[in-house]
């Protein structure tokens, strides 16, 4: 994971509530909710790189990578809850 998150081209994707992610968040991550993710795929389509997906506890990243595998993308990686990613940032 630490590589992945060092690589420039990896973009980071909490799936948690718009509220969720208000209140703290992976510095960099941009927030797109689960329940929005299939109306969405194009936009995870056209990003350059690995994407790495995280919410609360794992549970929706969990969903969340196993959709967007399932839309065709294979470089999708959970990266558990919010605590999980912050052991990562500087």
Do not use: W
């Not at 948690?16 to 960099?28: I, L, N, V």
């Not at 790189?49 to 794992?58: A, D, L």
């Not at 969990?62 to 990562?88: C, I, P, R, T």
């Amino acid at each position: 994971m630490e590589e992945l998150l060092a690589n420039p081209a990896t973009t980071v994707v909490d799936v948690r509530e718009t509220g969720e992610f208000a209140s703290g968040h992976y510095a960099g991550a941009i927030n797109i909710p689960l329940g929005i993710i299939p109306l969405r795929i194009d936009e995870f389509k056209e990003m350059n790189g690995p994407i790495v997906v995280y919410c609360r506890s794992g549970n929706r990243s969990g969903m969340a990578m196993n959709l967007l595998k399932q839309a065709g993308l294979s470089e999708v990686f959970n990266g558990g809850g919010l605590h999980d990613m912050l052991v990562y940032q500087d």
